[in-house]
């Protein structure tokens, strides 16, 4: 059978960053002549982009690799993609005889040439560069993201990022604004720009990432932009200044906490202390007062005694975050958290996320309240999936906004008043005089 008869699917797991790498490997696919199956059954290739970053990702992909293995039978390939296959190796392919190629991801250039060679393969490591420079329809019409960074050097103690994903290195400024100006022909209005660190972008070059987003700003047609992820180590005050002066960037920041616990923050290697913390949200909230403030945070890391989670509690309190991702510690091999004796136990690490959330429930909750009766510019950025008449629009502060609107209004900014608020999201009614154009060419739909 030739390749062009050859069907592949694509299984993701894990963050946006592999939902785009999963995203440009299907265009590198089809620019080679090969089509997409709706089914695994209906492939040749079953392909799971894997995720390391828990245990409970790798464990669902494999489930699902392993649940193909009756399909080698008809000499379907199955391969393991992503961040498990540089964590494990060639090691995968001895120990799992079902699995056909495992492929890391700075090696996702050569996928072609591998699927055409046959046989079993292992392609893992680092690679110069890693930037797979094909482009990809969206999967909305009015939203994309956009890798800008790959890779990570800080070795945060739990992270096993520096091991799956290599070095830092920085896709050039040129390709990204190409592939933005292109998204923008085919109506993308809202870009996200996705790095472990995007302070680290153009390290050890003229360029940095605030003059990259301002770069973006210019591009005609995109009227939101947005990013993450920003590590509090070192996050440049150009950046933060940033929120006052671009109007078309979203006011969000997620900035990872992971604990209040000075103590903590130090055996995971984070290098910063939750005072500097703290003065980098008094300068966002400077920057911008209504700012959105998201952060991470992980409970039961080891060595973490009550005391120190308390005073994690305290700070979020006191920080009052717009919303959080609460995670239970979870070890990962080669890290180095992964020698140290775990101390806190499931059922406490349950306990300590259940306190958590309840917390930031009520947090959120009044961080949203302060919105009501505003009347505010939204971007009408996509149909609700849950309240049909609907449409999902963010404020420059993108938080969801749910208003009863057609389609029409798809890609416009308009303004809205928001008339309830909960927990996730806020829902407002639109000012039909206050309408704004449609953002419909690249010289239009500034705000
Ligand atoms: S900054 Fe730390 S947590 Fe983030 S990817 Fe790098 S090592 Fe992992």
């Keep these: 059978m030739s390749k062009q008869n050859k069907r592949f699917y694509i299984k993701t797991y894990g963050c946006q960053m592999n939902d785009y790498d999963s995203a440009k490997l299907e265009a590198l696919l089809l620019k080679h002549g090969y089509s997409r199956a709706e089914e695994p059954e209906d492939a040749d290739y079953i392909i799971a982009n894997t995720c390391s970053v828990r245990k409970s990702a790798e464990d669902r992909a494999f489930a699902f690799l392993s649940t193909q293995k009756p399909l080698r039978k008809k000499g379907t390939k199955i391969c393991l993609l992503g961040c498990m296959a540089n964590l494990y190796g060639p090691d995968l392919l001895k120990k799992h005889r079902f699995l056909d190629i495992v492929c890391g991801p700075n090696n996702y250039k050569d996928l072609p040439e591998i699927l055409e060679k046959g046989g079993r393969q292992s392609f893992t490591g680092d690679c110069a560069d890693p930037f797979l420079e094909v482009f990809h ?9 956009i890798t800008v960074t790959k890779g990570c050097e800080n070795f945060c103690s739990y992270c096993v990022v520096p091991f799956t994903r290599g070095k830092l290195a920085s896709r050039p400024p040129e390709t990204i604004l190409k592939e933005i100006e292109w998204l923008s022909e085919k109506g993308v209005r809202e870009i996200t720009l996705l790095g472990q660190n995007v302070n680290e972008y153009g390290r050890g070059t003229e360029t940095d990432f605030s003059s990259l987003l301002e770069k973006v700003q210019s591009i005609g047609g995109i009227t939101r932009i947005g990013f993450t992820t920003s590590h509090p180590k070192d996050i440049p005050e150009k950046l933060i200044g940033l929120f006052k002066t671009m109007p078309r960037l979203y006011k969000h920041l997620h900035l990872p906490m992971q604990s209040g616990s000075d103590r903590i923050l130090a055996l995971m290697n984070r290098k910063y202390t939750l005072e500097k913390y703290m ?162 060419s690249p010289s239009r739909g500034q705000n």
Aim: hydrophobic share 35%; aromatic share 8%.
């Design 137 to 145: 329809p969206p999967d909305s019409s009015l939203s994309a993201c």
């Design 279 to 440: 003065r980098i949200v008094d300068k966002a909230r400077e920057a911008f007062q209504d700012i959105n403030i998201t952060s991470d945070i992980i409970v039961g890391y080891p060595g973490e005694k009550k005391s120190d989670f308390d005073e994690t509690c305290r700070a979020i309190e006191k920080i009052s975050f717009d919303d959080l991702f609460v995670f239970k510690y979870s070890n990962r091999p080669g890290t180095p958290a992964s020698m140290m004796k775990e101390t806190v136990s499931s059922d406490e690490k349950e306990n300590r996320h259940k306190t958590i959330l309840s917390i930031q429930d009520s947090i959120s909750l009044s961080r949203n309240e302060r919105y009501l009766g505003k009347k505010l510019p939204v971007f009408m950025r996509s149909a609700s999936g849950k309240k049909k008449g609907f449409l999902v629009g963010r404020t420059i502060t993108n938080k969801p906004v749910l208003i009863k609107s057609g389609g029409e209004n798809l890609g416009l900014v308009m303004t809205a008043e928001i008339t309830k608020a909960f927990r996730r999201y806020l829902a407002g009614v639109l000012c039909d005089v206050n309408r704004q154009e449609k953002v419909s």
